[in-house]
């Protein structure tokens, strides 16, 4: 049944640009220019589904995997998967995906991998593809990490499991074939707001930093609601009350929404320094386009070294759209790039 849902999808999907901009009365249009059409056709069929936020979280979690096996690409073939449990003081376990594309070669770098989902949906199954072509194309080892989700598990568990996580990787880096001294963190819209904390934890702590960060299509401020909140949130797939629910979910006391690891934008200009080189990578018709850019920027303005990637003509989650988009799939590659290129510049 995946297999005719996918087929059917790659067939309308493949329709030639005009035929989709006839279907649905023209390209829309914005300052960057205008919407994909392959994401037009996204945003347009996303429309008729049911709406994340008016279901109870556990059919949200069916339905959003269930449209990510249709989205994403088939799963590619990586040398050596293992999964693990991390013991945590309260005697339960994180649990995390281990991925090395190529165990020959020995002493890779580790990326550690937070998936995204308002941290209220996702895990290490919906970000499997993903994962794999990450650990293959930017030739790391991906430790991705089954985080703890909210409402169950409102903050702090999903820091605390990231920050968790990232003290057992450093520890254990030699037995995953991996070096203490070359692990950086990634993640996409919620997984990389903890993917950025994750730094802030361990300056605050006093904690080896990471030495990269690579972050796509971040959440950076929850509290508050930026213009694109208004100008990107209803047609676009991710909406600003899907958006809402997730923040509510998490952070149900509004106080901590203000709490610098959780809004990393609201962080003091001072403490960024020495902060981890940064990728980011924002889309033009997604809410949360505009902290992105502006986290790009406090970031550089605080003499952190970024490359900030804009693409103006794509949308939210367009990482696990690249079965079906194929400017979602030059925009992987250039975040594949992107860390393949740090790390090889370092062993120079």
């Not at 995204?116 to 993903?130: F, M, N, R, V």
């Not at 994962?131 to 409102?154: F, G, N, Q, W």
């Not at 960060?213 to 899907?242: H, I, N, R, W």
């Amino acid at each position: 049944m995946l297999g005719i849902r996918r087929s059917i999808a790659q067939l309308i999907f493949s329709l030639p640009e005009n035929w989709i901009y006839t279907l649905f009365g023209g390209a829309t249009f914005q300052e960057g220019g205008p919407l994909d059409p392959q994401c037009q056709l996204a945003a347009n069929l996303a429309r008729i589904l049911p709406k994340l936020h008016t279901l109870p979280p556990t059919k949200a979690r069916r339905l959003f995997a269930d449209n990510i096996q249709i989205f994403d690409e088939p799963p590619i073939s990586v040398s050596h998967i293992e999964d693990k449990l991390i013991p945590t003081p309260s005697a339960s376990f994180v649990p995390v995906r281990l991925y090395n594309a190529h165990p020959q070669r020995g002493n890779l770098p580790i990326v550690l991998y937070f998936h995204g989902g308002g941290l209220t949906i996702g895990s290490i199954e919906t970000h499997d593809a993903l994962c794999r072509r990450l650990a293959y194309y930017a030739k790391v080892i991906v430790v991705s990490v089954d985080y703890r989700l909210a409402p169950e598990h409102p903050y702090p568990s999903a820091i605390d499991d990231a920050f968790l996580a990232y003290q057992y990787v450093r520890n254990s880096a030699y037995l995953f074939g991996g070096s203490p001294s070359e692990i950086a963190v990634a993640g996409d819209s919620a997984g990389a707001l903890l993917a950025t904390s994750v730094c802030y934890r361990a300056k605050m702590e006093k904690v080896p930093l990471p030495v990269f960060q690579a972050l796509v299509y971040p959440m950076t401020d929850v509290s508050k609601e930026s213009e694109s909140y208004e100008t990107q949130g209803e047609k676009f797939v991710l909406t600003s009350e899907t958006m809402r629910w997730f923040i509510q979910n998490y952070l149900p006391n509004v106080g901590d929404r203000s709490l610098p690891i959780n809004s990393p934008l609201l962080i003091d200009s001072k403490f960024l320094k020495g902060m981890p080189p940064a990728y980011i990578a924002t889309a033009g018709f997604d809410p949360l386009r505009d902290e992105g850019d502006a986290y790009a920027k406090k970031l550089a303005d605080a003499g952190v070294k970024v490359t900030h990637q804009k693409y103006p003509n794509l949308i939210h989650g367009y990482l696990q759209m690249t079965g079906l988009i194929l400017k979602a799939k030059e925009a992987e590659t250039a975040f594949h790039q992107a860390i393949a290129s740090f790390f090889s510049a370092r062993k120079f």
